[in-house]
C-alpha cells in the first residue's frame, strides 16, 4: 500500500468524484424535508457519530425546519489496518443529553460492515428514547455483517473507498466538497 502523502493534495489519490457537491446538496436538502415532515410536532434531537458525521449534520440541520437539538458521541475506531475495520468499538464521548422519551435521530457519514451503528443503537435503546432511527449519508451495503435498517439513507454506494465531505484519509481532506474514491494503490 503507498502511502499518502497530504502535503501533496488530494487530487494525487483521488481515482473519481463518486458524488458531486451538487448532488450532496441537492439529495441532503430532500432528506431534511422528509425528516421536517416527518418529525413535526416531535421532540427531536439529532446525534452526531463523531468525526465522520459532522460535515454532512451541519449541512442537513441548516436545511431541517423544524426545532431540534443536537448532540455528539464518539465511537473508537476498532481498525487494525488503517482502512480496514474489525474488533469492537467503544464509546469515547458520550451524550450531554438525557434522551429518555425523546425522538432521537441518529446521524452518521457511512454504514459499512454496520457494527459501529449496531453498538450505538443498542447503547441509545438502553435509555428509553421515545423512537431512535438512523440517517446515514452513505451505504456500502454489500458490506453489511450486521443488520441494520436506516429510516433515511442519502447514496448507495459500491463497495470502494471513499473520502470526502467529512469522511477521511489518515484524518485528513474530510473537507472537501464532494465524496470521492481512494484509488487503487493507496488502498
Ligand atoms: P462500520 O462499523 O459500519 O463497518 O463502519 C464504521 C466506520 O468505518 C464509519 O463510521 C467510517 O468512519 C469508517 N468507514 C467505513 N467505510 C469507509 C470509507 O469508505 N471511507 C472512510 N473514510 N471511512 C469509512
Partial sequence: MTKINPELGYQHCLERVLISEQELQTRIAEIAAQVSQDYAGKNLILICILRGGVVF???LMRHITIPHQIDFMSVSSYGVGARSSSGS???VLDLNTDI???HVLLVEDIVDSGITLDYVLRIL?????ASLNVCVLLDKEERRRVAI???YVGFKIPNEYVFGYGLDLDEVFRNLPFVGVLKAEYR
Fill in 125 to 129: 435503546y438502553t435509555r428509553e428514547p
Fill in 149 to 151: 435498517y436506516p429510516r
Fill in 57 to 59: 449534520l451541519s449541512d
Fill in 100 to 102: 429518555r422519551d425523546r
Fill in 89 to 91: 468499538p467503544r464509546i
